[in-house]
């Protein structure tokens, strides 16, 4: 099994930023994609950005591009999400995710899920 944990969410205003982290325990951890999703009420859960487990291959959506960096730590077995030039449309819960193989953005093909966090952005 896999436990993902998230931090670092919470309110700041438009144009500020947040850096969301997640840690991973559990399985060992070899050849798997992490991403972060958001989802809004009433809504699908979004791709944000997804990175490699070596964190030599990372890629993010359109809407993100430019403004969210993902990262990792492989000596933590964490994965970052730093958010810059935040909008008021990036008020979501934000989740962390895990998949084993080949990379993907839809949340359906990932496996393991954090909690989620919340992030507000003030307009």
């Known amino acids: 099994q896999v436990q993902l944990v998230e931090s670092g969410g919470g309110l700041v205003q438009a144009g500020g930023s947040l850096r969301l982290s997640c840690a991973a325990s559990g399985r060992a951890f070899r050849a798997y994609y992490m991403g972060w999703f958001r989802q809004t009420p009433g809504k699908e859960r979004e791709f944000v950005a997804a990175?490699?487990?070596?964190?030599?291959?990372?890629y993010s959506s359109d809407s993100v591009e430019g403004r969210f960096t993902i990262s990792s730590d492989n000596a933590k077995n964490t994965v970052y999400l730093q958010m810059n030039s935040l909008k008021p449309e990036d008020t979501a819960v934000y989740y962390c995710?895990?998949?084993?193989?080949?990379?993907?953005?839809?949340?359906?093909?990932?496996?393991?899920w954090g909690q989620g966090t919340q992030v507000t952005v003030s307009s």
């Open positions: 990175v490699s487990w070596s964190g030599t291959s990372t």
């Open positions: 995710a895990l998949k084993y193989g080949s990379r993907a953005t839809t949340f359906s093909e990932y496996d393991y």
